[in-house]
């Protein structure tokens, strides 16, 4: 046992007496995988991203919330919410979609969202302000047409081809995601399609509702949530709704949704802004390289939404076969991969 001892002794004397041979370093280069969570040279680092934007308006100026997650120099989206007057929060799941694809990407509430200034003045949700407001912050977030990819999903999808069509020498991609091209159309194909497949009873007495325009009235509420809601806004039981779905409709601004939208949940109706909004003959005006999404449960008509592909002059069209108006969530592989690859074969010039 001495001799065991002895001998490992003389050994750790021996190694502790050899000289270490020095190791030579070798610089490398930070691959794009290193840098994308490295935020030391942004200047919203403090903020975790979060950057409060200046915006300038006919009612005067105001801030808008943005966060900005990842860097990469060629690949950048702005993301669009719907509502209108609904939040960034139902794009959460993004999060586990573009990192891993070194994509950078900004959250954004429009102004009169939640995270945003919300002012009272009902003027101020006008689509053509909208538009300017999104130029505001693309240049105050450094996007350009080498690097600018704009998604719109739902009203974020008009406010995206009205941007395109005014200032689409800015952009990089378009993508348009669930929303089609005329609010007349939209509104045709859910009175004519979608509420004929509703159970008659149903349909009858939210239609009853509808008559006396009582969108208020909570059971008025829980027919459409249950049945229709559930069939095309997300295919999930309301008790499976995803948290950021339940977030964002407990932010949404009701002043900016029924001026725009109007206040019924089956359609746009009364005197909302929105109502006669049509683009189809000014689509061919699009040259950007743009993804339609469309899905084969959603409010839209899927059959519309390919139709913008053919139109614009560099158009793809991505169908969710499973997935309704919300389909970032009720189909949500084939709409990750399919915006991805979009958005990589542009970045490639493989589009």
């Not at 694809?101 to 995270?115: A, F, P, V, W």
């Given at each position: 046992m001495?001799?065991?001892?002895?001998?490992?002794?003389?050994?750790?004397?021996?190694?502790?007496?050899?000289?270490?041979?020095?190791?030579?370093?070798?610089?490398?280069?930070?691959?794009?995988?290193?840098?994308?969570?490295?935020?030391?040279?942004?200047?919203d680092q403090?903020?975790?991203?979060?950057?409060?934007v200046?915006?300038?308006t006919?009612?005067?100026?105001?801030?808008?919330?943005?966060?900005?997650?990842?860097?990469?120099?060629?690949?950048?989206?702005?993301?669009?919410?719907g509502?209108?007057?609904?939040?960034?929060?139902?794009?959460?799941?993004?999060?586990?979609?573009?990192?891993?694809?070194?994509?950078?990407?900004?959250?954004?509430?429009?102004?009169?969202?939640?995270?945003?200034d919300?002012?009272?003045?009902?003027?101020l949700?006008?689509?053509?302000?909208?538009?300017?407001?999104?130029?505001?912050?693309?240049?105050?977030?450094?996007?350009?047409?080498?690097?600018?990819?704009?998604?719109?999903?739902s009203?974020g999808?008009?406010?995206?081809?009205?941007?395109?069509?005014?200032?689409?020498?800015?952009?990089?991609?378009?993508?348009?995601?669930?929303?089609?091209?005329?609010?007349?159309?939209?509104?045709?194909?859910s009175?004519n399609?979608?509420?004929?497949?509703?159970?008659p009873?149903?349909?009858?007495?939210?239609m009853?509702y509808?008559n006396?325009?009582?969108?208020?009235?909570?059971?008025?509420?829980?027919?459409?949530?249950?049945?229709?809601?559930?069939?095309?806004?997300?295919?999930?039981?309301q008790?499976?709704?995803?948290?950021?779905?339940?977030?964002?409709?407990?932010?949404?601004?009701?002043?900016?949704?029924?001026?725009?939208?109007?206040?019924?949940?089956f359609?746009?109706?009364?005197?909302?802004?929105?109502?006669?909004?049509?683009?189809?003959?000014?689509?061919?005006?699009i040259?950007?390289?743009?993804?339609?999404?469309?899905?084969?449960?959603?409010?839209?008509?899927?059959?519309?939404?390919?139709?913008?592909?053919?139109?614009?002059?560099?158009?793809?069209?991505?169908?969710?076969?499973?997935?309704?108006?919300?389909?970032?969530?009720?189909?949500?592989?084939?709409?990750?991969?399919?915006?991805?690859?979009?958005?990589?074969?542009?970045?490639?010039?493989?589009?």
């Amino acid at each position: 046992m001495k001799t065991i001892l002895y001998s490992i002794s003389l050994l750790c004397l021996l190694l502790s007496c050899n000289p270490t041979t020095p190791t030579t370093t070798t610089a490398t280069t930070p691959s794009l995988s290193d840098t994308y969570l490295d935020n030391a040279s942004r200047d919203d680092q403090f903020m975790g991203g979060i950057k409060m934007v200046d915006i300038n308006t006919p009612k005067g100026d105001f801030k808008v919330w943005t966060k900005r997650v990842g860097n990469n120099p060629t690949m950048k989206v702005l993301l669009l919410h719907g509502g209108p007057g609904m939040t960034h929060e139902i794009y959460e799941c993004f999060d586990g979609y573009f990192p891993q694809e070194n994509i950078e990407y900004y959250y954004y509430d429009q102004l009169g969202s939640y995270y945003s200034d919300q002012p009272k003045d009902l003027s101020l949700w006008d689509l053509p302000r909208f538009v300017e407001e999104v130029e505001q912050v693309r240049k105050a977030l450094g996007l350009n047409k080498d690097n600018f990819y704009l998604f719109g999903q739902s009203w974020g999808g008009i406010l995206a081809m009205e941007y395109a069509l005014k200032y689409q020498d800015n952009l990089k991609g378009l993508v348009i995601s669930n929303m089609v091209p005329s609010i007349p159309d939209y509104m045709a194909y859910s009175d004519n399609v979608l509420a004929p497949k509703l159970p008659p009873d149903v349909l009858k007495e939210i239609m009853f509702y509808e008559n006396k325009e009582d969108y208020g009235n909570e059971r008025y509420l829980e027919l459409v949530t249950q049945h229709y809601y559930t069939r095309h806004i997300i295919r999930m039981p309301q008790a499976e709704w995803p948290d950021p779905i339940n977030r964002g409709f407990k932010h949404l601004n009701p002043d900016v949704y029924v001026t725009m939208q109007g206040p019924s949940e089956f359609g746009v109706k009364g005197d909302a802004t929105l109502k006669n909004w049509d683009v189809k003959d000014q689509l061919h005006k699009i040259k950007v390289p743009t993804l339609s999404i469309g899905a084969e449960y959603d409010t839209m008509d899927p059959k519309q939404m390919e139709w913008i592909s053919t139109t614009v002059k560099n158009g793809r069209y991505l169908h969710c076969p499973n997935g309704s108006h919300l389909s970032q969530f009720d189909d949500q592989k084939n709409f990750f991969s399919g915006l991805i690859k979009f958005i990589k074969d542009v970045d490639n010039d493989n589009f």
